[in-house]
């Protein structure tokens, strides 16, 4: 029986930005800054169509959580191939401070109300590196987990995921329904071309907000400053090693 | 080579000299610094050794200085600076170019010599080094106007995935990811020209720096239409002069469709004389493949060993195909069934966007396979580019004078437009084996130029093909080309000693 699946897709800062961060601390300049889908994501994208083209599924819906803007990011996935798209609307405010509990709840949600098969994320967001929304997303539903995958295989409702870990690779066997997160070797994806670009614009879009969804997004966290990390300092060379020791001592080092 | 008068002088006369150079040599930072800002200068000895040469074998000379330009204003101020000391000015992209275009003009005969007279250049200032690489912001992209404006520096890479989203793409593809500014300046062209042209089809307007400062633009002041019969064609001017006629800062180009379906194929063939005339008989048949690459067996061994991969060692054929869902199948069959009857070995495809792209990444990795064949070499690239019927007799006469010379060189082809390389491997110290390249690419020159091609497809002029530029065009054409030079750059000082 083909599966369906929900894959998660984040607006966030394009990885070609030199960002910026707010004179006033506050967080980083994203106005008039380019948006695009977050890296992972177009690779958990590229998975879901790839088990559909597979036939292994046979629905694939595409989410995202924020304002309006989402919605470019959502036809950017049903250009890519997803059959339709889900946009739960968070605005102003309550968009800044949206963090990843809150959306964990969300896609746990989502992911009940459509009875879907498997929930498909990248395995982090380039803009807060957080790597927390798979892993909590599977604790809310209790399902399964295989994060960080660098090879994902489906049959009769268990897969079997490669990870990349630190010591190497391990694979584990997963039963369905269950959450996978994709890692920077699971594929390359495909880049959207005209035709789907202008078919992806009937495809159907829902939106809906937490509360139709009963959560409660409140922040648990509240961030405090943001600052660009130190600028480097030159070094400085040396004659020979008498020298190298002796600054070393100075600095306290050794 | 040129002619260069070596004027020897007394040891004080050096030493004056020598720190002439280098006290002109601060002011100048100083003064750019000025222009530029602190951060956006330098003279440090990495930074302009770095500079002083790019994937040529040619060795460099080291400019004096090197300026980080980050916007038209800043070079329009730099060159009037230039102009009004006489300082010649080496505008820089990526430094990924192949014939030694962005290094000061000396040729490499005359490094161990410090002073020399060229023509009218005065006592030896150096060179300023103008890196573009800086200027890299995407401006605009007109997606239902399939054009976008970038600056110079942006590269080819970051354009395709600035555009990503779009569904276009800007497809020129040298090999290297190079500046757009750089691939205007040089024409370039790359795998897919067979489809989609080189840059001279592709540029639709250009900034372009003069030699005194002033800025225009090549297609009217804010021109974005498809085609224009206003005025000169300057856009086509100043693609491919090599930053001997201006400066490109911006450049609005023309994006292409994404295609919706694509097909990669390698055929292997018993001898390179089928592979060719398989090539011949697809383009004949009018299929318009995207890309037609041809390897002959020494460079598929060579990108075996570089890549890990473990294709047949025979002379091959790598084709793609651009289409919609509907008819792609029938493209690639189309091309089976002529690869079959020119007894091709294998017809292998894939339509699958990883495994199509290692396939590609073999072949972009083929110079630095090549040059791994024997570690410490360098690698000089041939360029001739002729009429597709006459291809199966030039690459015939380039594997013969081969064996003649006794040279090691790997080829490798954009065989739709008539365009191949050989690679030659080269130890750039052995100046016996130097001379045999040098009395091989001439040849391999001539010889195109017999059966009506040109020296240099897509490379370009740079340094070492002033001299075969002259018999290409003739007296009246080059001095055309000249009356063209002194009218722009009268004082010489843009790109000196390149192109003509």
Redesign the interface.
Known sequence: MAIRILVGVKRAI?Y?VKVQVKTDKSGVVTEGV?H??NPFDEIAVEEAIRLKEKKVAQEVIALSCGPAQCQETLR?AL?LGADRAIHVEVTGKDYEMLQPLAISKLIAAVAKKENVDLVLLGKLAIDDDSNQTGQMVAGLLSWPQAVFASKVDIKDKTAEVMREIDGGSETLRVKLPAVITSDLRL???????????QKAKKKPMAKMSPKDLGVDIKPHQEYLSYEEPPKRQGGGRVANVDELISKLKEKGLI | MNLIKVRTTSISNILHKLTYRYASSQALVTDLKAIAGNENVSNSASVREQHGHDESYHAGHEPDVVVFAQSTDHVSQIVKYCASKHIPIIPWGTGTGLEGTDKLGFTYFLLNCIFFHIGGVTAPKGGVCLNLSRMDKIISVNPEDFDCTVQAGVTRNALNTFIRDTGLQFPIDPGANASLGGMCATSASGTMAVKYGTMRENVMNLEVVLADGSIIKTSGLKGRSRKTSAGYNLTNLFVGQEGTLGIITEATLKLHATPEAVLAAVAPFKDFQSAVDATVAIMQSGLPVARIEFLDEKMVDACNRFSKLSLDVLPTLFLEFHGSNNNIEMQGQLAEETCKSFECLKFNYETETDKRADLWKARHNAIYAAQALRPGSKAYSTDVCVPISALPGMITFAKDALKRLNLLGPIVGHVGDGNFHVFLIIDPKNAEEVERVHEYSIALAKESLRVNGTVTGEHGVGIGKKQLLIEEFGPAGINTMKAIKQALDPLNILNPDKVI
Do not use: G
């Open positions: 394009d070609a380019k695009s889908m950017t250009a594929n390359q994806p495909r880049f959207a071309n005209l035709p789907s670009i």
